[in-house]
């Protein structure tokens, strides 16, 4: 046990303890601040928050969560799990094995998939929509990652929320039924509320996972012009390209606040809900 | 009564022809970016457009080739294979240990790792762990990147095998004792074979994780040499003037099968149990 406690605790607790005093010091990657850091107190957080860039990213960062995660995954899983609950056979196995396969791929080589498809002179979409040199990802770099991360992380939450349907007491749908409930009724009455904790759990987990991806940088590299600069990318691009590790160890203290505050939430429900079955 | 009947079979008509088209269009957002990677392989010119291919095998031989794809996929083992190793052997004696030791605040301790291990991400925690592997020499080392990657999982690891190690049943072990067998040896020959499914899984989630990791391997190995695929991946196609389609093609395509294989084989056995863990 040692051993591994050990290793969880120089890669985990501490660099989440070095972030703390990295961020106070004006570390860099190379020059004098280099080989004698000094600490600067909170400096590095009053220029990070009077930094437009700064809650440009965070604003993006935003944007890019609630579209891509908490809205378009969540809801087109659920669709997807909602309209193949009871269908079977190659249908369903087809549908459930793209979704799936579009999740396993290797992050760098969907992302590369996705340069092909939307590339300006020969990506297969102009030549669909009949849209020749549209280059999608500079005019709408945003809409670009949003889609992206839709078409890589439906998976989880179809299997999770078909799991859900799986759950929801057949008797209770038959009586929705028999009383003339709408297929909108039922869904309302009676299939919501008994997957709502399922419904907060994938919320909560898509979130912390949206807010901390990278793959978007593979699409994009945060550009054009920092328009798609998400919080992670701003991070890379300050500490390790721009060099200034302080400057990124305070961004990322900040980003470490926020996953805090999200895992806490999603495991005080999950405790609720083992508390309740 | 007649009127109503046949607005309802013309609403359920309709109804249904919206159904089908939702379902084409929404397999098609899916399937369409996947498209490339099964037709551009296979053809003997490929462009970034998806069409019917002429069929060929020589983007495969030029891959097959080229010195920097077949080290990178050796890397990506390298790397995948020692963080198995590491973290499946300290997971598993932690596990045991966790199992077996009764120490107030176990069941704390864990969901506090847990917890830890969400919230610090490789994404969160780079500049720390870059700053950190520079510090200690481990910078642009294989080595630096197992560890940080076994710390991330272990926490995961620890908690599913803990659930394994639980369902053995002690009697086992004591029947061993009383054969004379010491700890090293009850651990080897009684629980390590008992445990072994709950290791397999463990192992194969571990490899998924490494195999696609993009972000550690980009941040903390700078030499092309000792680059996994994931990151040689991207170098082909941003760093390369005009990217060579034929060679980014087979090795996408190399580089995916290994991973979509494990994972749908591990799928139809244990049904989906993938849940969790780090995904960035």
Same mark, same amino acid.
């Given at each position: 046990?040692?051993?591994?406690?050990?290793?969880?605790?120089?890669?985990?607790?501490?660099?989440?303890?070095?972030?703390?005093?990295?961020?106070?010091?004006?570390?860099?990657?190379?020059? &004098?601040?280099?080989?004698?850091?000094? %600490?600067?107190?909170?400096?590095?957080?009053?220029?990070?928050?009077?930094?437009?860039?700064?809650?440009?990213?965070?604003?993006? !960062?935003?944007?890019?969560?609630?579209?891509?995660?908490?809205?378009?995954? !969540?809801?087109?899983?659920?669709?997807?799990?909602?309209?193949?609950?009871? &269908?079977?056979?190659?249908?369903?196995?087809?549908? #459930?094995?793209?979704?799936?396969?579009?999740?396993?791929?290797?992050?760098?080589?969907?992302?590369?998939?996705?340069?092909?498809?939307?590339?300006?002179?020969?990506?297969?979409?102009?030549?669909?929509?009949?849209?020749?040199?549209?280059?999608?990802?500079? #005019?709408?770099?945003?809409?670009?990652?949003?889609?992206?991360?839709?078409?890589?992380?439906?998976?989880?939450?179809?299997?999770?929320?078909?799991?859900?349907?799986?759950? %929801?007491?057949?008797?209770?749908?038959?009586?929705?039924?028999?009383?003339?409930? !709408?297929?909108?009724?039922?869904?309302?009455?009676?299939?919501?509320?008994?997957?709502?904790?399922?419904? &907060?759990?994938? *919320?909560?987990?898509? *979130?912390?996972?949206?807010?901390?991806?990278?793959?978007?940088?593979?699409?994009?590299?945060?550009?054009?012009?920092? #328009? +798609?600069?998400?919080? @992670?990318?701003?991070?890379?691009?300050?500490?390790?390209?721009?060099?200034?590790?302080?400057?990124?160890?305070?961004? +990322?203290?900040?980003?470490?606040?926020?996953?805090?505050?999200?895992?806490?939430?999603?495991?005080?429900?999950?405790?609720?809900?083992?508390?309740?079955? | 009564?007649?009127?109503?009947?046949?607005?309802? !079979? %013309?609403?359920?008509?309709?109804?249904?022809?919206?159904?089908?088209?939702?379902?084409?269009?929404?397999?098609?957002?899916?399937?369409?970016?996947?498209?490339?990677?099964?037709?551009?392989?296979?053809?003997?010119?490929? *462009?970034?457009?998806?069409?019917?291919?002429?069929? *060929?095998?020589?983007?495969?031989?030029?891959?097959? #080739?080229?010195?920097?794809? $077949?080290?990178?996929?050796?890397?990506?083992?390298?790397?995948?294979?020692?963080?198995?190793?590491?973290?499946?052997?300290?997971?598993?004696?932690?596990?045991?240990?966790?199992?077996?030791?009764?120490?107030?605040?176990?069941?704390?301790?864990?969901?506090?790792?847990?917890?830890? +291990?969400?919230?610090?991400?490789?994404?969160?925690?780079?500049?720390?762990?870059?700053?950190?592997?520079?510090?200690?020499? $481990?910078?642009?080392?294989?080595?630096?990147?197992?560890?940080?990657?076994?710390?991330?999982?272990?926490?995961?690891?620890?908690?599913? $095998?803990?659930?394994?190690?639980?369902?053995?049943?002690?009697?086992?072990?004591?029947?061993?004792?009383?054969?004379?067998?010491?700890?090293?040896?009850?651990?080897?020959?009684? %629980?390590?074979?008992?445990?072994?499914?709950?290791?397999?899984?463990?192992?194969?989630?571990?490899?998924?994780?490494?195999?696609?990791?993009?972000?550690?391997?980009?941040?903390?190995?700078?030499?092309?040499?000792?680059? @996994?695929?994931?990151?040689?991946?991207?170098?082909?196609?941003?760093? +390369?003037?005009?990217?060579?389609?034929?060679?980014?093609?087979?090795?996408?395509?190399?580089?995916?099968?290994?991973?979509?294989?494990?994972?749908?084989?591990?799928?139809?056995?244990?049904?989906?149990?993938?849940?969790?863990?780090?995904?960035?």
């Amino acid at each position: 046990m040692a051993p591994a406690l050990a290793l969880i605790g120089l890669f985990l607790i501490f660099p989440a303890l070095w972030t703390v005093y990295l961020g106070m010091t004006d570390y860099r990657l190379t020059g &004098l601040a280099a080989a004698d850091p000094t %600490v600067v107190g909170l400096e590095n957080y009053t220029s990070i928050l009077g930094d437009p860039g700064f809650w440009r990213s965070l604003r993006l !960062t935003l944007v890019f969560v609630l579209a891509s995660g908490v809205l378009g995954q !969540t809801l087109l899983g659920f669709s997807i799990a909602w309209a193949l609950r009871r &269908l079977s056979g190659p249908v369903k196995s087809v549908v #459930e094995t793209l979704v799936l396969a579009a999740w396993v791929v290797p992050s760098s080589v969907g992302a590369f998939l996705w340069l092909a498809l939307l590339d300006r002179r020969a990506g297969t979409l102009n030549a669909l929509l009949g849209t020749e040199g549209t280059a999608w990802l500079i #005019e709408h770099p945003m809409a670009g990652i949003v889609v992206f991360n839709i078409w890589v992380g439906t998976a989880f939450s179809m299997l999770l929320f078909s799991s859900a349907l799986n759950g %929801v007491p057949p008797s209770q749908m038959e009586s929705a039924r028999m009383a003339g409930a !709408t297929a909108w009724q039922q869904l309302r009455d009676v299939v919501l509320p008994n997957i709502r904790a399922h419904i &907060l759990t994938n *919320t909560l987990l898509i *979130t912390l996972w949206t807010f901390n991806t990278f793959t978007p940088y593979l699409l994009t590299a945060g550009g054009p012009n920092d #328009e +798609s600069a998400i919080l @992670p990318v701003y991070i890379y691009r300050t500490a390790i390209p721009g060099g200034q590790l302080g400057m990124g160890a305070a961004i +990322s203290l900040i980003m470490l606040l926020i996953n805090l505050v999200i895992a806490l939430a999603s495991m005080r429900v999950g405790r609720e809900r083992r508390r309740r079955s | 009564m007649s009127a109503p009947a046949p607005r309802s !079979t %013309v609403r359920h008509y309709v109804s249904r022809v919206a159904f089908v088209v939702v379902v084409v269009l929404v397999a098609a957002f899916f399937a369409l970016p996947l498209t490339w990677l099964v037709t551009a392989p296979f053809d003997a010119s490929p *462009t970034l457009t998806v069409e019917w291919p002429q069929w *060929t095998l020589a983007n495969f031989r030029s891959l097959a #080739e080229n010195p920097y794809a $077949l080290r990178s996929i050796g890397n990506s083992l390298v790397l995948g294979l020692g963080t198995i190793a590491v973290v499946v052997t300290l997971g598993a004696l932690a596990a045991y240990a966790l199992s077996r030791v009764r120490i107030p605040g176990r069941d704390g301790l864990l969901y506090a790792l847990l917890l830890l +291990s969400s919230v610090v991400t490789g994404t969160a925690a780079m500049v720390p762990l870059f700053q950190l592997m520079v510090q200690v020499g $481990l910078i642009n080392t294989q080595t630096g990147v197992v560890l940080a990657m076994s710390g991330g999982l272990l926490p995961t690891v620890v908690f599913i $095998l803990k659930d394994f190690m639980d369902s053995i049943p002690k009697s086992y072990e004591e029947s061993a004792r009383l054969y004379g067998a010491r700890p090293g040896q009850i651990l080897r020959h009684v %629980v390590v074979p008992i445990a072994r499914p709950g290791l397999a899984f463990v192992s194969v989630w571990v490899l998924v994780q490494v195999w696609g990791n993009f972000l550690l391997p980009f941040i903390l190995l700078r030499s092309p040499e000792s680059q @996994p695929a994931a990151v040689i991946m991207y170098t082909f196609y941003t760093e +390369s003037g005009q990217a060579d389609l034929s060679l980014i093609s087979a090795f996408s395509l190399v580089f995916s099968v290994p991973v979509i294989a494990i994972y749908f084989l591990v799928n139809r056995r244990y049904g989906f149990r993938f849940h969790g863990g780090i995904k960035s």
